[in-house]
């Protein structure tokens, strides 16, 4: 009993620092980008992510993403994550937000046997997850289960080919240290394949985040939103494809 106590206190203070550390100036700015980039996605896939009203957020952790897109959307929120300690600092978090017209269903569930039917969901949204998972073929999978035909998932990825990957996989064969968990992920052609075997099509994708999320820790908080500006802009010109840091994906699930 007493370990199960213990174990219940190490989680929650893991959830407490997490969402200190999500409601950071620098990781607010941050957040900022991924709605940002999860609207910009959408929008260039045609608008059609959000017209279920009812989104499934995967890993939804203190419920960041899904409190700011409430904020932009009239949406309902289904959230799913394996924390019931961060399933609980999320509850608090939407109920002590006034912009909220309800608090979000919350279930403590895995992402590889979610607990929902078959044909269940138009719009899942899974952001820093995919990432952190080494069998991320069968999480889409496990995706693909609960999407209906032609509805959508939004996810994304951190981009191997960046500066900050190709510098992580350098120093990690130079002092044999281990990769940090997005390495296990694949670039946007990997992830396509992956998508395609499990009878996802992406449709689009927009890239963000070029200074790695590391470098904007040193950028003074003054300029902080000019240079997530810059980043916005840059994010369109063809000559910084496939460098940036995250790479947001919107994949649909085929008509059979």
Known sequence: MTDDYSQTFRELGKALEFSRYRMSPIHQAILNQEIWA?????????????????ILELGIGVGAISINLKKI????????????????????????DS?????????????FHLPFRSL??????????????????????EVARIL?????????????????????????????????????TCDLHGIVKICEFAGLLVKVYV??????????RFVPRKILRTVMLFDRIISNMPLFSKISTRIFILSCKRNK
């Open 38 to 54: 999860i609207l910009n996605v959408d929008e260039r896939g045609g608008k059609g992510f959000f017209r279920g009203k009812v």
């Open 73 to 96: 959307q009239s949406l309902g929120v289904v959230g799913v994550d394996a924390s019931r300690s961060m399933l609980e600092i999320c509850r608090t978090n939407f109920s002590g």
């Open 99 to 111: 912009s909220q017209t309800g608090d979000a269903h919350l279930i403590v569930g895995d992402i």
């Open 120 to 141: 269940s969901f138009d719009s899942v949204l899974a952001i820093r997850l995919i990432e952190n998972l080494k069998e991320n073929d069968l999480a889409l999978n």
């Open 148 to 184: 209906r035909p032609g509805g959508q998932i939004i996810f994304d990825v951190y981009n191997k080919t960046s500066v900050p990957s190709l510098e992580d996989s350098f120093f990690s064969r130079l002092f044999r240290r281990k990769k940090r968990a997005y390495m296990h």
């Open 207 to 216: 890239e963000c985040l070029f200074l790695g999320e590391s470098s904007f």
